[in-house]
């Protein structure tokens, strides 16, 4: 078995958990033990710090917002990724602290420097061995998202420019690390993207 930590990150209606779904069945296929999680939510305390962060009506101020997020964080990586990694398995996670730094940094304006600190003392500075970067622009998300919503939640019901700000965020990240971030054009077709994070990955278990 190989321990690897893998994460997708990107706008609304990128395509993340359909990549990871992806990902983590090719995985399984090879042998691996996998555990797939997400954040916010991938823990019984993170699903009600989830409907909280993403579901409660009225305004949250964004640094009580940032903080719920990192208190999810910091839980979830104690009790769940860590175990898993120490046990050898393969953590597939569908947002990680990139999200932080994007939506509550540039997003909703706070020092993205500062949201990067809060979440890596969270996580005790566990880094992804590789971050999947879903580019997709704002236009495109929000034609995918309303294809397939009823509701938006409070965070994809934000508007364009807050989208927009999100997404030069994720791209600033991955230019300053490029050896961990794979970015990987959304529009793509589904399979095409599937066979590049494959590549990747095998690279990372091949050593």
């Known amino acids: 078995m190989t321990a690897l930590f893998l994460t997708f990150e990107g706008g609304d209606g990128?395509?993340?958990?359909?990549?990871?779904?992806?990902?983590?069945t090719w995985l399984r296929e090879r042998g691996e033990t996998v555990l797939r999680t997400r954040e916010p939510g991938g823990s019984?305390?993170?699903?009600?710090?989830r409907d909280i962060i993403l579901h409660r009506k009225g305004h949250i101020a964004p640094r009580a917002e940032a903080l719920l997020y990192a208190?999810?964080?910091?839980?979830?990586?104690?009790?769940?990724?860590?175990?898993?990694?120490?046990?050898?398995?393969?953590v597939v996670q569908d947002r990680y602290l990139d999200s932080s730094?994007?939506?509550?940094?540039?997003?909703?304006?706070?020092?993205?420097?500062?949201?990067?600190?809060?979440s890596l003392w969270a996580a005790?500075?566990?880094?992804?061995?590789?971050?999947?970067?879903?580019?997709l622009d704002e236009s495109e998300g929000r034609r995918r998202l309303d294809a397939t919503r009823t509701r938006y939640d409070r965070l994809e019901a934000e508007e364009a420019a807050f989208h927009q700000r999100v997404r030069e965020a994720y791209l600033?990240?991955?230019?300053?690390?490029?050896?961990r971030f794979l970015v990987l054009d959304?529009?793509?077709?589904?399979?095409e993207i599937a066979a590049a994070i494959r590549d990747r990955v095998e690279e990372l278990i091949q050593g």
Do not use: C, F, W
């Open 14 to 24: 990128a395509g993340k958990s359909t990549q990871a779904e992806l990902l983590e």
């Open 44 to 49: 019984d305390l993170g699903l009600e710090l």
């Open 71 to 90: 208190a999810d964080r910091a839980h979830h990586i104690a009790t769940v990724v860590r175990p898993a990694l120490e046990r050898g398995e393969v």
């Open 101 to 118: 730094v994007a939506y509550q940094g540039a997003g909703r304006t706070l020092n993205p420097a500062e949201i990067r600190s809060l």
């Open 124 to 135: 005790e500075g566990l880094l992804p061995d590789v971050t999947v970067l879903l580019d």
């Open 172 to 179: 600033e990240l991955a230019d300053a690390e490029p050896e």
């Open 186 to 191: 959304a529009r793509r077709p589904r399979e």
